[in-house]
């Protein structure tokens, strides 16, 4: 019997295994999911894998408390030794195992395509991808990694105090999250990542959109500014209302000197996205500048291999302004560049 947006989550999972993942005949695919996700977007991914030729296991499991490392002792062990041994490992965990050892190895193997798309389920994956014109998209993306790439410094404002400055570190690759058919770490289209040099990071962080921790600070929606004070790469205050408390107290828990320390920054620039708390999602609205702290994937490290920490945190700035070498590219959340206005407009946005 047909039940809610069944082709409309059809479509979205078609466009992600053959024209995103372009999965081939024979290869292996693991889907993971835990028990507090959506289970019929997995499924769908599943028999769209199957159909498209792939051999295919569906990984139902216990929910973890919080993210990265912190999931391995809630973890079955079949599951933490078959991640790195399949081609292609789509993850929709509610809680990460982004981050995780078994991650690492997973992404370092020369071998699996490791796609992250965690919380998803079928309205924001048809939004997010579905509903997604992926050449236009493409364009938008290419344009604005390009521009990024050949940056040596920046800077990012909001209207809610965010004002930091940086630059960047020529030896590391800027993350276009676009197309999945290579090994390594990948993640939902609509965002482009990278690290600056770290020491080089300065200024203040007004996370005024969502803030996500996993655990006890996953704290969604934000209802004041969580306001860090950021010096040399490196978090030495934290401000703010009861979320920026919790986060506090939660970060000291963790006891982990490495959590205090910047792991990436990224545009969000998907046009379906919506703020909701999912933060595979809120990372992705229009407009919005996101920075993540703690564990550091190789993707964004500079030599390469990831820089280990307890967990990994995230913030969402909206509405952002950015500089990349004195040019405005994009004004309070509104991009400016003349090309980029252009594409923008055939994404609707």
């Known amino acids: 019997m047909p039940t809610y947006m069944d082709l409309e989550l059809t479509k979205a999972a078609y466009k992600l295994m053959h024209d995103l993942v372009k999965v081939k005949k024979g290869e292996s695919v693991l889907?993971?999911?835990?028990?507090?996700?959506?289970?019929?977007?997995?499924?769908?991914?599943?028999?769209?894998?199957?159909?498209l030729g792939a051999k295919v296991m569906l990984a139902w499991h216990s929910t973890p408390v919080g993210y990265g490392k912190l999931t391995v002792p809630y973890l079955p062990e079949p599951l933490i030794a078959c991640a790195d041994k399949t081609d292609i490992w789509i993850e929709m965990n509610d809680q990460w195992l982004l981050y995780s050892p078994m991650w690492d190895a997973a992404v370092s193997n020369g071998r699996t395509r490791q796609i992250m798309l965690g919380g998803l389920g079928i309205e924001r994956i048809v939004r997010c991808l579905g509903n997604i014109d992926l050449d236009v998209q493409k364009n938008f993306q290419d344009t604005l990694t390009a521009m990024t790439q050949k940056a040596k410094r920046?800077?990012?404002?909001?209207?809610?105090?965010?004002?930091?400055?940086?630059?960047?570190?020529?030896?590391?690759?800027?993350?276009?999250?676009?197309?999945?058919?290579?090994?390594?770490?990948?993640?939902?289209?609509g965002q482009i990542g990278?690290?600056?040099?770290?020491?080089?990071?300065?200024?203040?962080?007004?996370?005024?959109?969502?803030?996500?921790?996993?655990?006890?600070?996953?704290?969604?929606?934000?209802?004041?500014?969580?306001?860090?004070?950021?010096?040399?790469?490196?978090?030495s205050e934290i401000k703010g209302g009861w979320q920026a408390d919790?986060?506090?107290?939660?970060?000291?828990?963790?006891?982990?000197?490495?959590?205090?320390?910047?792991?990436?920054?990224?545009?969000?620039c998907n046009p379906g996205a919506k703020l909701e708390g999912c933060t595979a999602e809120d990372e992705r609205v229009w407009g919005a500048t996101q920075w993540g702290f703690g564990h550091q994937g190789g993707c964004y490290s500079k030599d390469g291999k990831p820089r280990h920490a307890n967990s990994h945190i995230d913030g969402v700035c909206l509405d952002s302004s950015v500089w990349l070498d004195d040019k405005l590219i994009l004004d309070k959340g509104v991009f400016v560049d003349p090309t980029l206005a252009e594409l923008a407009k055939k994404l609707g946005k």
Request: glycine share 10%.
């Open 31 to 51: 889907i993971t999911v835990d028990s507090i996700s959506d289970f019929r977007v997995s499924e769908e991914i599943a028999k769209i894998s199957e159909a």
């Open 154 to 189: 920046g800077r990012i404002t909001n209207a809610a105090g965010t004002d930091i400055s940086f630059e960047m570190d020529p030896k590391r690759t800027v993350a276009n999250e676009m197309l999945y058919d290579t090994p390594g770490a990948h993640f939902l289209i």
């Open 194 to 235: 990278w690290c600056p040099h770290e020491e080089t990071i300065n200024g203040t962080l007004a996370f005024d959109g969502t803030f996500s921790g996993g655990g006890e600070a996953e704290l969604g929606r934000l209802e004041q500014p969580i306001v860090f004070t950021m010096d040399k790469g490196r978090v």
């Open 246 to 268: 919790t986060l506090r107290k939660y970060l000291k828990s963790l006891d982990d000197d490495g959590m205090y320390l910047a792991a990436h920054a990224c545009y969000g």
